[in-house]
């Protein structure tokens, strides 16, 4: 009998991956928690990078990586409305990956 994908996933803890997540939704608050998230999920290399919360934890890495790029982008560029306007982009690009990231998890999907 084969198993399908979804059901090797079933049976794979999934609380971190949510813990994280969490942790990414609480960015507003100067930014701590997103760095806490970061340094966790770097900390969890014993994660098999094929698995599901593996693919979560490249997600999130990447989601935090391209914030980080986008905010200081938007610090460096000298216009103010362009300013301000990478810095919009950026956040509503990272709110976005959050919720999807955070609804396939509850799905059972990878990312």
């Known amino acids: ?3 399908l994908p979804s059901e090797a996933f079933a049976s794979e803890d999934r609380s971190m991956g949510h813990f994280l997540y969490a942790l990414m939704c609480a960015f507003p608050l100067f930014f ?3 760095i806490l998230s970061l340094l966790i ?3 969890q290399r014993q994660v098999a990078p094929l698995s599901l919360l593996g693919s979560h934890l490249r997600w999130q890495r990447r989601s ?3 914030l980080v790029l986008l905010l200081a982008l938007g610090y460096w560029v000298n216009p103010l409305w ?3 306007s990478l810095c ?3 956040v509503i690009w990272f709110s976005y990956r959050i919720f999807k ?3 396939s998890l509850t799905d059972g999907q990878a990312m």
């Open 1 to 3: 009998m084969t198993s």
């Open 32 to 34: 701590l928690p997103v």
């Open 41 to 43: 999920n770097l900390s």
């Open 64 to 66: 935090i990586m391209g």
């Open 82 to 84: 362009l300013s301000l």
């Open 88 to 90: 919009a982009l950026g």
């Open 101 to 103: 990231g955070w609804l």
